[in-house]
């Protein structure tokens, strides 16, 4: 793992954050000698994550064939509560 001081990060943003896409390696940052941050690489979404989310698409879908027109979901709750 590579450490850098804050004025050398401050210095090489760039290449340092290209480094850590490019190669996926993370980068300690020190302040005096202490580290105090890290800059890793963010980890890819899952493809699961789509499914999930035409799912909620489609059941959308469906409850908005059904749903009463000009009632408004607050409105539904509100009623649902009584």
Not at 63 to 73: E, F, N
């Amino acid at each position: 793992m590579v450490t850098v001081g804050v004025c050398e990060l401050k210095q090489q943003t760039s290449q340092l954050i290209r480094r850590v896409r490019e190669t996926g390696s993370e980068i300690q940052v020190t302040l005096y000698g202490k580290v105090v941050a890290r800059i890793v690489p963010v980890a890819p979404a899952p493809a699961e994550t789509g499914k999930v989310w035409d799912e909620l698409d489609r059941l959308a879908q469906e409850i908005g064939k059904s749903w009463p027109k000009g009632v408004s979901a607050a409105e539904a709750v509100s009623e649902a509560r009584r």
